[in-house]
């Protein structure tokens, strides 16, 4: 009697559980963007190149959207603006013999991506150390980008740091309730076998 109605209680949890795993139908995803970038530099022994890497969350995204409306014609043909910003939660520079990380920031740490008339026109990357700072520069609203400054060098800054998206798969999560789903199952067929055992 007791095995039966665990039977049932457990059948009926079941099918609960499938129920709220068909309101759910597209898995979560978790959704991290990578970016390569470099820094092009000249200081005593010539031209030389500082590398990192940097990732942030997509659902960190605070950004705002502008759209000109008028009769005239906007200042320099801008008719839509849109502005992205992320925090990055990953990073790390080479730097004169050392690895700089998130830790030896100053402050918090975002990428900024601008769009103008649905174009990308620029990234800036916003981080700040004592050693060193990216900052941002722009050219009217036609473009903008990533400037480095090294605060205790004699390096000459590059207003043209380079980004590079680094191509990677998203990291699938399952659904809570599938994952509930399969340990009913489970608990399920482990029942079955004591019931099994105890009629023999």
């Known amino acids: 009697m007791t095995l039966n109605l665990l039977t049932r209680s457990t059948l009926a949890i079941t099918g609960a559980v499938f129920s709220l795993g068909v309101i759910a139908i597209n898995p ?3 959704a991290r963007i990578t970016y390569d970038f470099s820094v092009p530099t000249y200081g005593p022994d010539g031209y030389s190149s ?3 890497r940097l990732s942030y969350d997509e659902a960190t995204n605070n950004g ?9 014609f906007p200042q320099w043909g801008v008719w839509r603006y849109e502005s992205q910003q992320y925090q990055v939660d990953f ?4 730097f004169l013999d050392r690895v700089y990380t998130k830790a030896d ?4 740490i975002f990428l900024r991506i601008d769009y103008a008339n649905r174009g990308e026109i620029g990234k800036t990357l916003y981080w700040e150390t004592e050693d060193f700072s990216f900052v941002g520069w722009s050219y009217r609203m036609e473009e903008m980008g990533t400037g480095f400054q ?13 980004f590079s998206r680094v191509q990677e798969e998203p990291t699938p999560v399952p659904e809570p309730s ?3 789903a399969l340990s009913v199952v489970g608990l399920a067929g482990l029942l079955r076998k004591k019931r099994v055992k105890a009629m023999e």
């Open 50 to 52: 500082f590398t990192g």
């Open 64 to 72: 705002w959207v502008y759209e000109y409306e008028g009769e005239d």
């Open 178 to 180: 599938i994952l509930g």
């Open 91 to 94: 990073i790390e520079f080479s």
């Open 28 to 30: 979560a995803h978790a």
């Open 105 to 108: 920031a100053l402050s918090s």
């Open 150 to 162: 090294g605060k205790k060098t004699n390096l000459y800054d590059d207003w043209n740091v380079n």
